[in-house]
């Protein structure tokens, strides 16, 4: 069963740009898709898995570690009050070959 969800952080795009090239250009496993918004309280993704247990294996094994290093190096303290996380159900995740848009 896929697994989506909408997620809002108070990131800009330098920042959401230098956790993006530490994780190299393959998609991780099971990614359908991952959007990244741009809005003027932060940053907004919108992500399909093809299941929880694929988000949450990349969430904790590379997303975490590549955001604590991130960080660190930029002097941000994180403050998870400050993030939303809401699940939806995927109705269709139609997706062609990736846009070559620019990482920030």
């Keep these: 069963m896929s697994y989506a969800f909408i997620q809002d952080i108070p990131a800009d795009a330098y920042t959401y740009g230098a956790v993006r090239a530490r994780m190299g250009d393959t998609p991780p496993a099971g990614l359908v898709s991952h959007v990244v918004i741009e809005r003027e309280e932060g940053l907004r993704f919108l992500d399909v ?6 988000w949450r ?3 904790d094994n590379t997303l975490i570690p590549i955001l604590s290093s991130v960080f660190a190096d930029n002097g941000i303290t994180p403050d998870a009050s400050k ?4 699940h939806v159900n995927v109705v269709d995740a ?3 070959a990736p846009a070559q848009l620019p990482v920030a």
């Design 49 to 54: 898995w093809e299941s929880e247990d694929e």
């Design 57 to 59: 294996a990349f969430h």
């Design 94 to 96: 139609w997706v062609q």
């Design 83 to 86: 993030v939303t996380h809401e």
